[in-house]
């Protein structure tokens, strides 16, 4: 973890020889191969790699959306690896918020509420006003998808992941959509999110400048972490240049 970092030292994740391949035909394809990795409550994380790498695929295995071919994946109590699908789902619901580089927002609700599809779910949500107040959209909650930018678009999306206070934020390439002050206006809110709500987050990005606000950097490549960077320096989003 961080040298003098403030981070508890108890992983929230840990995963060991975590392995998946996909069959697709008479070719077997080894998505991930061997990953040992243990990730602290309240990191932020990037994880950078070419496409193929294995960066989706630890992503969706660590939030509940696929699960592994071999190894164990473990969130605080949680085992990932032989979790029913109705175990997931709950894992999903109470403990995880996702961000993807396309907003997916419903085009006939407004900005509220997409939110509220979340809210009206959670145990202990936030209210669809007080998660757009957090992304900066609290003055534009009735507009719909159409009436806002895609950088807006993309903080609604932010507002609906982190409306359910999840203890992780899972971002897959969530400015690879957006131009340079756009991407650093949402990265600033992700920062924001990470900083203040304590959430563990890791964002997915091509972006090698963005690995300037990371607490630990993984470097990806054939299924494999590469190497692990600690950056000299934890910049601000506004310090990021690309």
Known sequence: ???????????????????????????????LDGVDLDIYRGEFIVLLGPSGSGK???????????????????FADHRL????????????????GFVFQFYNLIPSLTARENVQLV???????????EALDRVGLGERKDHFPSQL??????????ARAIAKQ?????????TGALDYQTGKQVLEVIN???????????????????????DRVLYMGDGRIQRIAIPEKKLLPSELSW
């Open 56 to 74: 989706s695929t630890l992503l969706n295995i660590l939030g509940g959306l696929d699960r592994p071919s071999s190894g164990s994946a473990r």
């Open 81 to 96: 690896e032989d979790a029913s699908d109705d175990e997931l789902t709950r894992y999903r619901r109470e403990h995880v």
């Open 192 to 214: 924001t999110i990470n900083r203040t709500m304590g959430t563990t987050t890791l964002v997915i990005t091509h972006n090698a400048a963005i690995a300037g606000m990371a």
């Open 166 to 174: 999840p203890d992780v934020l899972l971002c897959d390439e969530p």
């Open 149 to 158: 930018s895609g950088g807006e678009q993309q903080r609604v999306a932010i």
């Open 1 to 31: 973890m961080r040298a003098g970092s403030d981070l508890p030292s108890v992983p929230v994740f840990v995963t060991r020889g975590l392995g998946k391949t996909y069959t697709m035909g008479d070719t077997t394809v080894i998505a």
């Open 119 to 129: 809210t009206d779910i959670a145990s202990h949500p936030l209210t669809a006003e």
